[in-house]
């Protein structure tokens, strides 16, 4: 049997496994939709009708919002590939998501999963 097309998978049959990951290792539905928000865009009502109407990933991220441009600052390795390095733009995008997720499951900082910058002491004397 042959593996089915990632792209065509429906967001509303992968979110349950993202929330079913973080909840196993300690964290919350919250947490996964805050990354989904601060990753894509997405608002929570936003969210909700892309689920509701089973979109499938190719058209979930196609309708993103707003990339959030530190996306860009996502690096490392995911289902054997670095992310920073994958050529198809959409599945970077999907890759980018896998990758966040996984840093909660974890237990990694959410400021950190959400690329917030440090300000430094010398630049904290400025603000």
């Excluded at 995008?93 to 400021?111: C, H, N, P, Q």
């Excluded at 440090?118 to 630049?123: A, C, E, R, T, V």
Aim: one cysteine or more.
């Amino acid at each position: 049997m042959k593996n089915p097309n990632v792209f065509a998978m429906p967001f509303s049959s992968i979110y349950p496994l993202y929330i079913k990951k973080a909840e196993k290792k300690g964290r919350t539905k919250e947490e996964v939709d805050k990354i989904i928000f601060w990753l894509t865009g997405y608002d929570n009502n936003s969210l909700r009708r892309q689920i509701a109407d089973a979109v499938d990933l190719k058209t979930f991220f196609e309708q993103v919002p707003c990339m959030n441009p530190n996306a860009s600052l996502i690096k490392g390795v995911i289902c054997g590939y670095r992310v920073e390095d994958m050529e198809d733009e959409l599945m970077q995008k999907i890759r980018y998501l896998d990758k966040l997720i996984d840093e909660l499951a974890k237990g990694r900082a959410m400021e950190k999963i959400l690329r917030k910058p440090i300000l430094s002491s010398d630049s904290k004397k400025t603000l």
